[in-house]
Nanobody
């Protein structure tokens, strides 16, 4: 059974930084894309950033470009999100997602980690 285990969330002041990590436990094959989503209270879940496992091609939401950086460690099936210059509007639950194809498409989600940006 594959589980995605997230860590690194917390409370930070505006302008601060946090680094999120998401590691896949169990056997997972055929990953194509690893990414981070977030959901603020009363809002829909939205893509923050994703990265392709093979080439490392990245994609960012406009609201985080230049402030956040996504990276991955293929050997560890781990994806990271470095978040700098955090703003109160970045406050949300952040979810990790990994997707791919093995005979058929699949996706796994993490349990979510709270990020709160407040003074």
């Amino acid at each position: 059974q594959v589980q995605l285990v997230e860590s690194g969330g917390g409370l930070v002041q505006p302008g601060g930084s946090l680094r999120l990590s998401c590691a896949a436990s169990g056997s997972i094959f055929g990953i194509n894309t690893m990414g981070w989503y977030r959901q603020a209270p009363g809002e829909q879940r939205e893509l923050v950033a994703d990265i392709t496992r093979r080439t490392g091609t990245t994609n960012y939401a406009d609201s985080v470009k230049g402030r956040f950086a996504i990276s991955r460690d293929n050997a560890k099936n781990t994806v990271y999100l470095q978040m700098n210059s955090l703003k109160p509007e970045d406050t949300a639950v952040y979810y990790c997602r990994m997707s791919g194809v093995v005979n058929y498409p699949y996706e796994y989600w993490g349990q979510g980690t709270q990020v709160t940006v407040s003074s």
